[in-house]
C-alpha cells in the first residue's frame, strides 16, 4: 500500500465528513487507507464514519489520550509506505497526495514534508512553515514578535528546507516515523510537532515544505491568546527544552517572565480588538444544481444567485457570501479562488459532495460553523 491518511477527531463531525470526502476524491486512484482515530467524542463522528464511511478504518478510544498517543495508535496499524498526519478541519486538494509524493520522492534525505496551509478566509497560514523555536525565539514569540518563529525565508508558493512542519499535515516515510519513536506522549496539546519535526532532523533527515499545493485548515494557530493558549504553548516549551536543552533556570525564569507580559498585554487590548462581522450585500452559490440552490435559499431565508465557475470573472465578488459546490467545483479551484477573492469582504462556504450542510470559518482562531439544510 501507497499511503496511509491518519485523521484525529475530537468532536467534529460536519468538518471530520468534509474531510474524508476530500481525501476520497485525492486517493481515487492510489492505493490508499485512511484511518480515522476518534478520541471519546460526543457527537455522532463514530456512527457517521460507520454508516457513510464502511472501509474507513475506525478506532474509538474511550478517552480523550491527547494529539501525540493517538496518532500513535492509528500509524501502528497504518499500512502504507508514507503516512499523513491530517486534522480532522482539513479539506485537501484533489492533487496534494499526488505533488506530495512526487516531491518527496525527488528529494534525498527527505524527513517529513509540509505544504501549503490557507484558513477559512483564504489567508496563508504562517504556521505551515516554522523555525526551530529555540528559547529566545519562543520568548519573542510569547511576547508578540513571530518574525523569526516562522520559516519566512521561503515563499509561500515555494519549496525547501524547513525546520518545524505543523501537525496538522504532515507526510513522511511510516519507517521514518517508527524510527523516530513517533510523537512523544509527554505532550497532550502543542508542542508535539515541534518535538517530532526535531526529532526527525536529530536522526539525519530534512524536512521540506512545499507551497505548490493547498489544504484548507479552518483551526488555523491561534490568534485568540486567551491565558489558557499562554499556559498551554509554555508548558509544551517547557517540555521540549528540558527534552533537548540545556536546563538554565535564567531561561525558564525570562519565558516565565514574557508570558505573564503577554497576558498582561493581552487583557489591556482585548477590548480594542472587537471588530463587527462585515454585512453582506450578495449571496452567491456556484453550482449547476437548481433543486440544491431552492433548498439552501428556503432553509437559511436567504436569497443566493446561481453562479457558473466559468463566468465567475464577469462579476464584482465583494462584500459577498459565496458559496462553493464541491461536486461541481474541485477543491482545487474552490482554494484558487478563495485567494483570489480574499480581503475583499467576502466569506467562504462549501458544501462538500453528496452532503446537506455547508460549511466555514471567518477567523482564523475558530474551528467556524455549519448549516444543515
Known amino acids: 500500500m501507497k499511503l496511509s491518511v491518519v485523521i484525529l477527531n475530537y468532536n467534529v463531525r460536519y468538518f471530520l465528513e468534509q474531510c474524508i470526502r476530500s481525501v476520497q476524491k485525492a486517493t481515487e486512484h492510489w492505493d490508499a487507507e485512511i484511518i480515522v482515530i476518534d478520541n471519546a467524542s460526543k457527537d455522532d463522528s463514530c456512527q457517521m464514519v460507520?454508516?457513510?464511511?464502511?472501509?474507513?478504518?475506525?478506532?474509538?478510544?474511550?478517552?480523550?489520550?491527547?494529539?501525540?498517543?493517538?496518532?500513535?495508535?492509528?500509524?501502528?496499524?497504518?499500512?502504507?509506505?508514507?503516512?499523513c498526519i491530517l486534522n480532522p478541519d482539513t479539506a485537501v486538494s484533489e492533487?496534494?497526495?499526488?505533488?506530495?509524493?512526487?516531491?518527496?520522492?525527488?528529494?534525498?534525505?527527505?524527513?517529513?514534508?509540509?505544504?501549503?496551509?490557507?484558513?477559512?478566509?483564504?489567508?496563508?497560514?504562517?504556521?505551515?512553515?516554522?523555525?526551530?523555536?529555540?528559547?529566545?525565539?519562543?520568548?519573542?514569540?510569547?511576547?508578540?514578535?513571530?518574525?523569526?518563529?516562522?520559516?519566512?525565508?521561503?515563499?509561500?508558493?515555494?519549496?525547501?528546507?524547513?525546520?518545524?512542519?505543523?501537525?496538522?499535515?504532515?507526510?513522511?516515510?511510516?519507517?521514518?516515523?517508527?524510527?523516530?519513536?513517533?510523537?512523544?506522549?509527554?505532550?497532550?496539546?502543542?508542542?508535539?510537532?515541534?518535538?517530532?519535526?526535531?526529532?526527525?532532523?536529530?536522526?539525519?533527515?530534512?524536512?521540506?515544505?512545499?507551497?505548490?499545493?493547498?489544504?484548507?485548515?479552518?483551526?488555523?494557530?491561534?490568534?485568540?491568546?486567551?491565558?489558557?493558549?499562554?499556559?498551554?504553548?509554555?508548558?509544551?516549551?517547557?517540555?521540549?527544552?528540558?527534552?533537548?536543552?540545556?536546563?538554565?533556570?535564567?531561561?525558564?525564569?525570562?519565558?516565565?517572565?514574557?508570558?505573564?507580559?503577554?497576558?498582561?498585554?493581552?487583557?489591556?487590548s482585548a477590548d480594542k480588538k472587537v471588530v463587527p462581522l462585515p454585512n453582506l450585500e450578495r449571496n452567491y452559490f456556484f453550482t449547476e444544481n437548481i433543486e440544491l440552490l431552492e433548498q439552501l435559499s428556503a432553509s437559511t431565508a436567504t436569497v443566493f444567485q446561481m453562479v457558473s465557475k466559468n463566468v465567475h470573472f464577469q462579476i464584482v465578488l465583494k462584500n459577498s457570501l459565496l458559496v462553493y459546490d464541491a461536486e461541481y467545483i474541485s477543491y482545487k479551484e474552490i482554494f484558487k479562488l478563495m485567494k483570489q477573492l480574499k480581503g475583499q469582504n467576502n466569506r467562504f462556504r462549501i458544501r462538500p459532495p453528496g452532503c446537506n450542510f455547508i460549511i466555514g470559518s471567518d477567523q482564523s482562531d475558530e474551528k467556524g460553523g455549519v448549516v444543515v439544510f
Open 50 to 83: 460507520k454508516t457513510l464511511f464502511p472501509k474507513v478504518v475506525l478506532i474509538e478510544n474511550k478517552e480523550n489520550v491527547g494529539f501525540s498517543k493517538a496518532n500513535n495508535q492509528a500509524v501502528a496499524v497504518a499500512k502504507g509506505e508514507y503516512v
Open 95 to 268: 492533487d496534494t497526495f499526488r505533488k506530495a509524493v512526487e516531491y518527496y520522492e525527488s528529494i534525498e534525505n527527505i524527513g517529513a514534508l509540509g505544504v501549503y496551509l490557507m484558513d477559512g478566509t483564504g489567508h496563508f497560514l504562517p504556521e505551515s512553515k516554522r523555525n526551530l523555536p529555540t528559547p529566545k525565539v519562543s520568548l519573542l514569540k510569547i511576547t508578540g514578535f513571530t518574525k523569526k518563529y516562522y520559516a519566512n525565508q521561503i515563499p509561500e508558493t515555494e519549496q525547501g528546507k524547513v525546520e518545524v512542519l505543523v501537525g496538522a499535515f504532515m507526510l513522511l516515510k511510516r519507517s521514518i516515523y517508527h524510527e523516530v519513536g513517533g510523537f512523544d506522549e509527554d505532550y497532550f496539546m502543542y508542542g508535539e510537532d515541534i518535538d517530532f519535526s526535531y526529532k526527525i532532523t536529530k536522526a539525519g533527515y530534512q524536512n521540506h515544505y512545499l507551497g505548490s499545493t493547498t489544504v484548507l485548515h479552518y483551526k488555523g494557530e491561534s490568534t485568540k491568546k486567551d491565558d489558557a493558549y499562554f499556559e498551554r504553548f509554555y508548558g509544551a516549551m517547557q517540555i521540549f527544552y528540558r527534552k533537548h536543552f540545556n536546563k538554565n533556570f535564567l531561561l525558564e525564569s525570562s519565558v516565565s517572565a514574557g508570558v505573564a507580559l503577554a497576558k498582561a498585554a493581552h487583557k489591556i
